[in-house]
T-cell receptor, first 112, second 114 residues
Framework: GDSVTQMEGPVTLSEEAFLTINCTYTATGYPSLFWYVQYPGEGLQLLLKATKADDKGSNKGFEATYRKETTSFHLEKGSVQVSDSAVYFCALRPNTGNQFYFGTGTSLTVIP | DAGVIQSPRHEVTEMGQEVTLRCKPISGHNSLFWYRQTMMRGLELLIYFNNNVPIDDSGMPEDRFSAKMPNASFSTLKIQPSEPRDSAVYFC????????????FGPGTRLTVT
């Protein structure tokens, strides 16, 4: 079945470090892929998305490229800030049906 | 634009009591999802509706949980009787029907059952 596997955390980085959070997926067909962010005490918010192969989603300095050949959608940011501390979820929506599949979340802490 | 609205934001109740959580999806969205989030189990899908019809309730933990969507602008999640292990944050989310669209999450209801 459809699923998402993401890098386990927690991840701790110093401010201005480079961030990568790995996400791979299993799906039939051509799903859409998403990254969500959850700040403490809040709901999940969409960070970026890509709806077809080779698309790059980007927002707030974060990027992820939909790689069908490696079934991956890794999240990257060149220089993290303390305010990026949050939990990040990779998600998949198959191109049929209305279900969403979420990864287990990766907690990121950025220290000054 | 108003996002997904959930009420109450916090609920504290005693074991055995009935709890009703409410959700108003974004106007025009035709899919609605209920999730539960705990430290131990992460984010779990409980049930989702498409055009007000329950499509998949396999995530509902047991018969104590029930969900309804009487119209396109309102849904409830009821727990009766509540137990301490039901303590969690419950999120409602909505989306448009096509796979290219994301889910929009509400702020959540933090439920504590003592």
């Amino acid at each position: 079945g459809d699923s998402v596997t993401q890098m386990e955390g927690p991840v701790t980085l110093s401010e201005e470090a480079f961030l990568t959070i790995n996400c791979t997926y299993t799906a039939t067909g051509y799903p859409s892929l998403f990254w969500y962010v959850q700040y403490p005490g809040e709901g999940l918010q969409l960070l970026l998305k890509a709806t077809k192969a080779d698309d790059k989603g980007s927002n707030k300095g974060f990027e992820a490229t939909y790689r069908k050949e490696t079934t991956s959608f890794h999240l990257e940011k060149g220089s993290v800030q303390v305010s990026d501390s949050a939990v990040y979820f990779c998600a998949l929506r198959p191109n049929t049906g209305n279900q969403f599949y979420f990864g287990t979340g990766t907690s990121l802490t950025v220290i000054p | 634009d108003a996002g997904v609205i959930q009420s109450p934001r916090h609920e504290v109740t005693e074991m055995g009591q009935e709890v009703t959580l409410r959700c108003k999806p974004i106007s025009g969205h035709n899919s609605l999802f209920w999730y539960r989030q705990t430290m131990m189990r992460g984010l779990e899908l409980l049930i989702y509706f498409n055009n007000n019809v329950p499509i998949d309730d396999s995530g509902m933990p047991e018969d104590r949980f029930s969900a309804k969507m009487p119209n396109a602008s309102f849904s409830t999640l009821k727990i009766q009787p509540s137990e301490p292990r039901d303590s969690a944050v419950y999120f409602c989310a909505s989306s448009l029907g096509s796979y290219i669209y994301e889910q929009y999450f509400g702020p959540g209801t933090r439920l504590t059952v003592t």
